[in-house]
């Protein structure tokens, strides 16, 4: 007898049959392909006949073989053409793993949207005035996945110069737009699940770095550094920061909230190794000076308060 499949945020109105994936008779390794539609196998890197009976609400990770919820991802489009920025809207509105969290019309836009909000990935036009899209990604300290759009395929070899995931040439179609989608996906799988594998009672957590796995202890991290795809984790005792391909918001979300807190988007720091705070800086030691960006300044300083004595 089938068992019921677990039960996962509803995908009405995304465009989506949830009869798409098929079963497999239970045989062979589980894969999160679905027939026909948005995904393709990362494990098998081709449309893969190992498919499990699921709803389009959960998917099986190739990496850990566990039922894991289906990932959403916050993305911005960002196009200065009305036209081709509503096309953009509409795509997005039909990929099931996506959330679009603002459309821009400028760089301007897009920095103050990612400033207001956490965006996992961004689908930007390179030709926009004032700025455009290439010179916009490459001023970001830790930008998010990419996905170019332009009309001129010279563009092509920048893109993949700043790692963009994909590039779209247009005119695109929704096809297209469906392999770009997948490619994201499969990026932000691999960097959000084959890090960590877990968090143990004992204050120890497993990190892929390089080809090794190395446990560490929470308590050890002073703090954690985002750069772009790659996180350099500090720990105490040690002279150089464990490098892991991970994003903030995934060990964040692994990290006891009663010893770590996020000050900026590029740091979340321990707040048990916390030395001196001086006016929009947390000291950490002698030569670790960590600034305190807008967004997190008022969590920051309630913080502070809640542990502040005297006046």
Known sequence: MKEDPPPGPSLA?????????????????????LRGELFSCPL??????KTILLPLTSYLSPLTSHLLPLSIMKCLAIDDEPLALKQLETYISKIPFLELAGACQSAAEAQAAMEADTIDVIFIDINMPD???MEFVQSLATPPLVVFTTAYSEYAVDGY?????????????????KRAANKVKQ???????????????DDAMFLKTEHRIVRINISDIR???G???????????KPKPLIVLLSMKKI?????????????????????????????????????YLPVGDLYREAFMGYLESKFLGK
Not at 44 to 49: F, G, Q, R, S
Not at 228 to 237: F, V
């Open 44 to 49: 098998h890197l081709a449309p893969c006949p």
């Open 13 to 33: 109105g995304r465009g989506v049959d949830s009869t798409a994936i098929v079963a497999n008779g239970g045989q062979g390794t589980p894969c999160p392909y």
């Open 223 to 225: 703090y954690i550094e």
């Open 227 to 237: 750069m772009s795809e790659y996180l350099k984790i500090h720990l105490e005792g």
């Open 161 to 177: 110069k700043v790692d963009a995931v994909d590039y779209l040439l247009k005119p695109f179609g929704l096809d297209d737009f």
């Open 131 to 133: 700025i455009n899209g």
């Open 187 to 201: 990026r932000y799988d691999l960097q959000n699940m084959a890090a960590v594998s877990a968090v143990d009672k």
């Open 252 to 288: 964040e979300e692994r990290l006891p909230a009663s010893s770590f807190m996020r000050i900026h988007r590029s740091y979340i720091i321990n707040l048990k190794k916390i030395q001196e705070v001086n006016k929009s800086r947390v000291i950490m030691d002698a030569d670790t």
